[in-house]
Structures are given as structure tokens and as C-alpha cells.
T-cell receptor, first 115, second 117 residues
Framework: NAGVTQTPKFQVLKTGQSMTLQCAQD?????MSWYRQDPGMGLRLIHY???????DQGEVPNGYNVSRSTTEDFPLRLLSAAPSQTSVYFC??????????????FGPGTRLTVL | AQSVTQLGSHVSVSEGALVLLRCNYS??????LFWYVQYPNQGLQLLLK??????LVKGINGFEAEFKKSETSFHLTKPSAHMSDAAEYFC???????????????FGKGTLLTVNP
């Protein structure tokens, strides 16, 4: 299994540009989520999904959109990038069986810089 | 709402010394608690988790943590630090609520562990 994969690894955008961060998992996990990591802030939840067709907002959803058309993929869209979105983005997935104590598996991250 | 506080953003120890990374949680329901490790330029990897089965939890790489409800703490320890333990460590909590909320991890701000030779 490849686990959780993310593309691209690095990206530089100009303010106002749009882009999609890709996330895929091959473990048939129902739950997927996106976090951003900023220095001294830990990881903060952006959006999450408990299954195909179901998404919900996390702690910091503004400026980001998500959709979940398949179990495997959970892309994160930045519609109009802002310098405040400069961060490292992590995708994670887990099984849904009896929920909360299932390990979340993290991807390697995408480092995004918005100029 | 649940929250996690990690005391000390940076901890420095000598190789062979005890490692103690502190985590206190706040939760209105019995929590599930986790420690993750992040090596430089990598994603997060689970070290250990508490799910109410036992208060002393053993994880990978010789780490363990003890859940103390009276102190609302879940401190991470390792008896003898190794150079390879140098990384950032995150404590996280989720509650046992229904639906999607029980998957939402709330992370502490992290503690960077430096191991000196």
C-alpha cells in the first residue's frame, strides 16, 4: 500500500491564483481530513469527510473548499490564494470503525508559499 | 470544547537522559489521547494512544505515556534519549462523540525535542 499520498510536495503561488492540493489513500478509509501546520500553532483542522459525498468544516475552513466524490480522493481547493495561506498542508485518513481511537495516517505534506 | 496544552515548546536533553514531554488536556467527555512524532520534513507518525483500556500506554521506540485523570495529564516519557529521538512531538485529543466529531483531532502546539551528544 502507498498509504496517504499528496501532490505536489512544493508549490509557489501568486496572490489571487487558484490551485488544488491532491490527496489520495489506498487503505479504503472512510474518514479523511486536511490540516494546516504553522510554526508554533500545531496542526489545525481545515475540512474533513466521513465518507464519499459528505464533508464538513473544521477549525479554519475560510478560503478553502473540498469535495469527496470517491472514497480514495479528497482534494483541497484554494480559490483565491492569499499570503495568509502560506503553510504546510497535511492530509490524513483513518478507518471509521467505532471511530475516535482509530489511528489517523498522515501524508508527507505539501509546502505552499503564496507571494 | 476540548483543548490540549503542551508545556514547553522546546526541550533539550543529553543523550541517555530521561525524556519528559508534558501534555495537559481539557475535555468535557472522556477523551482519547494521542502522541504523534514528526521528523524533519516528514508527516506525522503515531507514537501511542490512550483509549481507556489501560492508563499506562506503551508506544513505539521505547516511549510510554501515563493517563492521569485527576491531573488531566498525558505526559510522554522515555527512560534514555537517543539521538534519533530528535523531532517535534504533538499531543492530540479527540472525544468520543457521535458522527464526524469523534474523528476531529485537536492538537497541541508541539514540543521540539533536541538531543545533545
Amino acid at each position: 500500500n502507498a498509504g496517504v499520498t499528496q501532490t505536489p510536495k512544493f508549490q509557489v503561488l501568486k496572490t489571487g491564483q487558484s490551485m488544488t492540493l491532491q490527496c489520495a489513500q489506498d487503505m479504503n478509509h472512510e474518514y479523511m481530513s486536511w490540516y494546516r501546520q504553522d510554526p508554533g500553532m500545531g496542526l489545525r483542522l481545515i475540512h474533513y469527510s466521513v465518507g464519499a459525498g459528505i464533508t464538513d468544516q473544521g477549525e479554519v475552513p475560510n478560503g478553502y473548499n473540498v469535495s469527496r466524490s470517491t472514497t480514495e480522493d479528497f482534494p483541497l481547493r484554494l480559490l483565491s490564494a492569499a499570503p495568509s495561506q502560506t503553510s504546510v498542508y497535511f492530509c490524513a485518513s483513518s478507518r471509521s470503525l467505532a471511530g475516535a481511537f482509530n489511528e489517523q495516517f498522515f501524508g508527507p505534506g505539501t509546502r505552499l508559499t503564496v507571494l | 470544547a476540548q483543548s490540549v496544552t503542551q508545556l514547553g515548546s522546546h526541550v533539550s536533553v543529553s543523550e541517555g537522559a530521561l525524556v519528559l514531554l508534558r501534555c495537559n488536556y481539557s475535555s468535557s467527555v472522556p477523551p482519547y489521547l494521542f502522541w504523534y512524532v514528526q521528523y524533519p520534513n516528514q508527516g506525522l507518525q503515531l507514537l501511542l494512544k490512550y483509549t481507556s483500556a489501560a492508563t499506562l500506554v506503551k508506544g513505539i521506540n521505547g516511549f510510554e505515556a501515563e493517563f492521569k485523570k485527576s491531573e488531566t495529564s498525558f505526559h510522554l516519557t522515555k527512560p534514555s534519549a537517543h539521538m534519533s529521538d530528535a523531532a517535534e512531538y504533538f499531543c492530540a485529543v479527540t472525544d468520543g462523540g457521535s458522527g464526524g466529531s469523534n474523528y476531529k483531532l485537536t492538537f497541541g502546539k508541539g514540543t521540539l525535542l533536541t538531543v545533545n551528544p
